[in-house]
């Protein structure tokens, strides 16, 4: 339905949900009767159609099975070891739907598993663990941080700032970068550095604005007009003026479009600095309390 336009909130979709789960249930012996469900997204809706929904009462059981029984070869959060395979990677996981293909898995017999006995309770259980591991790996998920940035050479990185890098040229430690570190994680100030139009994250504080892309059209007539731009490519070029009318030229051999973009100067960097250079710079900015 959301695919075909529907639109109601988060709360509507869940008592269309429990609708169709009360009167119109699946035929497949797989899907229990009846879970303890947590407070859904609509991006929990994202996948299969036959997804399976992670009851949270019987996963924190399966959690239990799995400490005692698979966290020697698995790991702590079935990420997999030496010993055995990453369980929130394994083929018979993401196909399992309430322990269909777990318990067929174990029944049959793998390396390590000759000890395991679970009876059909205990495999739903943790097949709802595992598939709970599998959802804590996806962008809402708890493990999602951002790695550790602060890896380069702050000295390093201001050398490049006023060297190779010409930083220095348009930006200031104690201009338009002072405090910056106050106000930006380090992630964030990565992203400023090698997308800075892009909308940014992680703010320390208030956010900034963006500088927007402006475009001067000389016409055939020699008349000049200056605006942000709205949309530009081979055939015509719109942009908005000072007084926020909307203008639109074609573009032909007669017309002189130019470009001001304040992100040129980083979006050229792209194809000259190395990673370490970059680490380096972050570094340096991380400085500027």
């Known amino acids: 339905m959301i695919g075909r336009g529907a639109k109601g909130s988060d709360e509507d979709f869940a008592a269309i949900v429990d609708y169709l789960a009360k009167n119109l249930p699946s035929s497949s012996a797989a899907t229990p009767p009846s879970v303890t469900k947590r407070p859904r997204s609509l991006i929990d809706q994202a996948g299969a159609n036959d997804k399976q929904v992670v009851d949270e009462a019987a996963a924190a059981r399966g959690r239990t099975i799995y ?23 394994s083929l018979v996981i993401l196909h399992d739907r309430y322990g269909s293909t777990i318990g067929s898995f174990l029944g049959k017999g793998h390396p390590g598993s000759s000890s395991v006995t679970l009876n059909h309770e205990q495999i739903v259980d943790l097949s709802h663990f595992l598939h709970q591991q599998v959802e804590n790996t996806l962008r809402t998920g708890p493990y999602n941080k951002p790695l550790n940035i602060l890896v380069g050479d702050s000295k390093e990185g201001e ?41 940014s994250f992680g703010r320390r504080s208030a956010p900034t604005s963006r500088k927007p892309v402006t475009v001067t059209v000389t016409t055939a007539s020699g008349d000049k007009v200056t605006g942000v731009l709205d949309e530009m490519d081979d055939f015509t070029v719109s942009l908005h003026d000072d007084s926020e009318e909307y203008r639109t030229f074609a573009r032909g051999p007669a ?35």
């Open 255 to 289: 017309v002189e479009v130019e470009k001001h973009d304040p992100y040129a100067a980083h979006i050229a960097l792209l194809d000259q600095y190395t990673d370490t250079e970059i680490h380096d710079v972050v570094a340096y900015l991380e400085t500027l309390k």
């Open 159 to 199: 050398a490049y700032f006023n060297g190779a890098g010409k930083c220095n040229s348009c930006h200031s430690p104690t201009g338009d970068l002072a405090h910056i570190a106050s106000k930006y994680e380090p992630a964030a100030l990565q992203l400023k550095v090698v997308f800075p139009q892009s909308a």
């Open 67 to 89: 400490i005692a029984q698979c966290i020697t070869c698995h790991g702590t959060r079935a990420r997999g070891t030496e010993r055995g395979a990453d369980l929130v990677r």
